[in-house]
């Protein structure tokens, strides 16, 4: 039966199409995939549909038969259950992969996340009213990429010589570090991690989903202005809501 996967283009969204697209490169036979665009910013998320299979309301969510699988580490963890590979290794690498999985959806996520909404979603908030989470978002996620430059030290991925569901995990957010503006310029390891991650044939194929080709790195003014408009719609309070 086919799986479906309820996502969109966003860093949270094509961690789960790189992770099946590298399943794919590694020769697996991954059950046919559909993939189901959701429009955030018309809050399809929100409708009773979706809500049956991700009571958080948010996407990505995978659908595999009967069972559902929100929040996208849980999924990439599930591929890597599923369909056994060096993505999720055995063994000690296994324990090491999976901390640093978790390590993404605990700090780098939400971190980076926050401050890209402060960074380009606030733009009509004054400045005085987003000084604080400014600076503590902006600190705090240049601490995380620094720790991750330790961690890259004299390796290639961050669970040695393969990549795993960690990088995978990991690699969407670093990427936009220039759209969050969490400058990582001194971060050497991680800069050059960025491009080697980026240059693996399978990521390409991820980051193509939802995005014209020649967007896939720099995105069109017009696109940038759409973003920032639809992010503004979900980092309003207005957005916010209180009932499931
Ligand atoms: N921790 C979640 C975060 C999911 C998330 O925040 N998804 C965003 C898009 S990247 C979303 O669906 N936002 C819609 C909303 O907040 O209404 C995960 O990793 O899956």
């Given at each position: 039966m086919a799986m479906e996967l309820w996502t969109a283009a966003t860093p949270n969204g094509w961690k789960v199409n790189i992770m099946v697209e590298e399943l794919i490169e590694l020769g697996i036979e991954v059950s046919e995939f559909k993939v189901r665009s959701i429009n955030l910013q018309n809050g399809e998320q929100f409708s009773e549909e979706f809500t049956s299979h991700n009571l958080n309301q948010k996407i990505p969510v995978l659908i595999d038969g009967e069972t559902s699988v929100m929040e996208s580490c849980a999924i990439l963890q599930y591929l890597g259950e599923k369909y056994p590979s060096t993505l999720l290794p055995s063994g000690n690498k296994r324990w090491e992969a999976l901390q640093w999985l978790y390590w993404q959806a605990a700090n780098v996520g939400p971190i980076f996340g926050n401050k890209l909404s402060y960074t380009r979603?606030?733009?009509?908030?004054?400045i005085e009213a987003k000084a604080h989470p400014l600076e503590r978002f902006g600190k705090e996620g240049l601490r995380l990429a620094n720790v991750l430059d330790r961690k890259l030290e004299g390796r290639d991925y961050i669970c040695g010589e393969k990549i795993s569901v960690a990088d995978i995990a990991i690699y969407p957010w670093m990427r936009g570090w220039k759209w969050s503006k969490i400058i990582l310029v001194d971060c050497k390891n991680v800069m050059a991690w960025i491009d080697r991650v980026r240059a693996r044939p399978a990521v390409e194929r991820g980051l193509s989903y939802g995005m014209p080709k020649d967007e896939i790195d720099q995105w069109s003014e017009e696109r940038k202005k759409e973003t920032a408009a639809s992010g503004a719609i979900i980092a309003s309070n207005e957005a916010l809501k209180t009932d499931v």
């Amino acid at each position: 039966m086919a799986m479906e996967l309820w996502t969109a283009a966003t860093p949270n969204g094509w961690k789960v199409n790189i992770m099946v697209e590298e399943l794919i490169e590694l020769g697996i036979e991954v059950s046919e995939f559909k993939v189901r665009s959701i429009n955030l910013q018309n809050g399809e998320q929100f409708s009773e549909e979706f809500t049956s299979h991700n009571l958080n309301q948010k996407i990505p969510v995978l659908i595999d038969g009967e069972t559902s699988v929100m929040e996208s580490c849980a999924i990439l963890q599930y591929l890597g259950e599923k369909y056994p590979s060096t993505l999720l290794p055995s063994g000690n690498k296994r324990w090491e992969a999976l901390q640093w999985l978790y390590w993404q959806a605990a700090n780098v996520g939400p971190i980076f996340g926050n401050k890209l909404s402060y960074t380009r979603y606030m733009e009509d908030v004054p400045i005085e009213a987003k000084a604080h989470p400014l600076e503590r978002f902006g600190k705090e996620g240049l601490r995380l990429a620094n720790v991750l430059d330790r961690k890259l030290e004299g390796r290639d991925y961050i669970c040695g010589e393969k990549i795993s569901v960690a990088d995978i995990a990991i690699y969407p957010w670093m990427r936009g570090w220039k759209w969050s503006k969490i400058i990582l310029v001194d971060c050497k390891n991680v800069m050059a991690w960025i491009d080697r991650v980026r240059a693996r044939p399978a990521v390409e194929r991820g980051l193509s989903y939802g995005m014209p080709k020649d967007e896939i790195d720099q995105w069109s003014e017009e696109r940038k202005k759409e973003t920032a408009a639809s992010g503004a719609i979900i980092a309003s309070n207005e957005a916010l809501k209180t009932d499931v």
